[in-house]
């Protein structure tokens, strides 16, 4: 049995994603893959990344980092989002850092150490602007010195301090230096505290790729690992980044049809002249997302052919002019080109959609198949 639609994942890519940011930023690599790797897979990309020189992985949740031990992977690995009363002993025993951004889940670690007879190894969160986890600057010095009297006591040790930015995708963000000042702050005072923290980290993939002084001693990557350039083609420069994922099917159905058919629900197009329609069995709950309808295109036939009518959940139709396309034909939605009216890219996909890349990515769904290349060779 084979599945409608397939979503090639070209592990060479992000292996040389991962050398090509490591040659950038010249300092150590956090491979993010959070969500499934983006939803390119975590297990296969996180081996690729770290066979590529990434060392470390990160997550957002427990459950994520114990799929990783469970596959067998034991490279250091941070999560950083939990409820206070997850099993933070499982993480603790499976040597996973935890992210840490409050008083209330410090103390619930500790716990958990103490149950367990062995130190968590945290790395506390500062809020420095963007408003969401890490600790605000009014709690930073009490969660801080919480943590250096648990380090003395034996219950935790502090690897980390670290932070993250909210616009390092904007070239020239006025909000990007101010949150840098706010986090070697932080830094401050946790050293005023008595920590020494040995992982000291603050940029995601714009900022890696962008501004230097982000960089202390690791950056983390998500989108750029996936081979998406972060500024949309638009920022400070070519990366050589190379696209993971392409996204494709094959043509279900084929029909000639007059000036004047309707074409899916509605409906919303109706056809100007006579035209081919090539039938995808590719909707939105497969990540074509309905919102990219009547921008959309796929290419088919050596060429882009528009997405015509509403996305369906299940199906979508392309006007494929006078091609001479039949059932069967290969279909890409969206893979590696380089968006110069070739094969579709991720990037424009989000543009097409009003969003971001990322959820592009992470919309592909659960039913589209996974086919990793290179997998096993990305360690030589
Ligand atoms: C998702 C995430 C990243 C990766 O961000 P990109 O912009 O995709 O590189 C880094 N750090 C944290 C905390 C994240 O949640």
Redesign the pocket.
């Known amino acids: 049995m084979s599945a409608l639609a397939e979503a090639v994942v070209d592990l060479g890519a992000i292996a040389g994603n991962v050398r090509t940011i490591a040659s950038v930023v010249g300092t150590g690599l956090?491979a993010?893959v959070?969500?499934d790797g983006?939803g390119h897979g975590a297990v296969p990309v996180a081996r690729a990344a770290l066979g590529a020189g990434a060392g470390w992985l990160?997550v957002?949740s427990a459950p994520e980092a114990l799929a990783l031990r469970a596959a067998g992977i034991t490279a250091p690995t941070l999560s950083?989002?939990h409820r206070p009363d997850d099993d933070f002993g499982a993480l603790i025993a499976a040597g996973v850092d935890i992210?840490v951004s409050t008083t209330t889940h410090l103390h619930a670690v500790v716990d958990a150490a103490y149950r367990l007879g062995l130190p968590a190894v945290v790395q506390l969160?500062a809020d420095t602007g963007l408003s969401r986890?890490g600790a605000a600057g009014s709690d930073w010095p009490e969660l801080v010195s919480w943590a250096r009297k648990y380090e003395v006591e034996g219950g935790v040790r502090v690897r980390g301090v670290?932070s993250?930015l909210a616009d390092?995708?904007v070239p020239g963000s006025p909000r990007l230096a101010g949150q840098v000042a706010a986090f070697e702050e932080a830094l401050r005072v946790a050293r005023s505290a008595g920590l020494d923290p040995d992982l000291v980290h603050l940029?995601?993939?714009?900022?890696?790729l962008s501004a230097p002084r982000t960089r202390f001693d690791l950056?983390?990557?998500?989108?750029?690992?996936?081979g998406v350039d972060?500024f949309g083609g638009t920022g400070p420069g070519e990366f050589g980044l190379r696209a993971a994922m392409t996204l494709r099917t094959t043509v279900v159905n084929v029909k000639r049809v007059p000036a004047g058919a309707g074409v899916s629900y509605g409906p919303e197009y109706v056809t100007a002249a006579p035209t081919t329609l090539a039938l995808l069995p590719v909707g939105y709950a497969d990540g074509v997302t309905r919102a990219a309808g009547g921008r959309a295109a796929v290419w088919l036939g050596g060429r882009r052919c528009p997405i015509v009518g509403r996305v369906a959940m299940d199906q979508c139709v392309a006007d494929a002019g006078d091609l001479p396309v039949a059932i069967g034909d290969p279909v890409v939605v969206f893979g590696p080109g380089q968006g110069d009216g070739g094969q579709p890219t991720v990037a424009e996909w989000a543009r097409w959609a009003g969003t971001n890349p990322?959820e592009i990515l992470t919309g592909v769904g659960a039913r589209v198949a996974r086919d990793h290349l290179h997998e096993g060779t990305e360690m030589s």
Request: charged share 10%; glycine share 10%; proline share 3%.
């Open positions: 956090m993010v959070k969500a983006f990160g957002t950083w989002l992210g969160k986890n670290w993250h390092a995708d940029a995601n993939s714009a900022a890696a950056c983390r990557i998500g989108l750029a690992l996936y972060p990322h």
